[in-house]
């Protein structure tokens, strides 16, 4: 079970940070990602982290965003810094037991999502 928080409305440039607790057989994922959607888009993929603690991002998030993880509290983070008015989604934190790093970007790769936490940018 992957349940995600943290969400909120932001002026422009401001941050957050989104947090995902992973319980069950998730805890012990290969990888964590996390994923962002608008309405009437496709989700796509912000960044992922394996379970070495390397981190993966998308081109267009790279320098603001940052992927991390707690194994002790079992908790995944996105920290959001200088957010954009594109930022605005809700965003999902997600599992899988296979981590090719060549498709972390595609969403049936993942075994497990959250229910997603909204982000909205003013």
């Known amino acids: 079970q992957l349940v995600e928080s943290g969400g909120g409305s932001v002026q422009a440039g401001g941050s957050l940070r989104l947090a995902c607790v992973f319980s069950g057989h998730t805890y012990n994922p290969s990888c964590l990602a996390w994923f962002r959607q608008v309405p009437g888009k496709e989700r796509e993929g912000v960044g992922t982290?394996?379970?070495?603690?390397?981190?993966t991002y998308a081109d267009h998030v790279k320098g603001r965003f940052t992927i991390s993880k707690d194994s002790a509290k079992n908790t995944l983070y996105l920290q959001i810094n200088n957010l954009k008015p594109e930022d605005a989604a809700m965003y999902y934190c997600?599992?899988?037991?296979?981590?090719?790093?060549?498709?972390?970007?595609?969403?049936?790769?993942?075994?497990?999502w959250g229910q997603g936490t909204q982000v909205t940018v003013s």
């Open positions: 982290i394996d379970s070495d603690g390397k981190t």
């Open positions: 997600a599992a899988r037991t296979r981590c090719t790093i060549s498709t972390w970007r595609t969403v049936s790769e993942y075994d497990y």
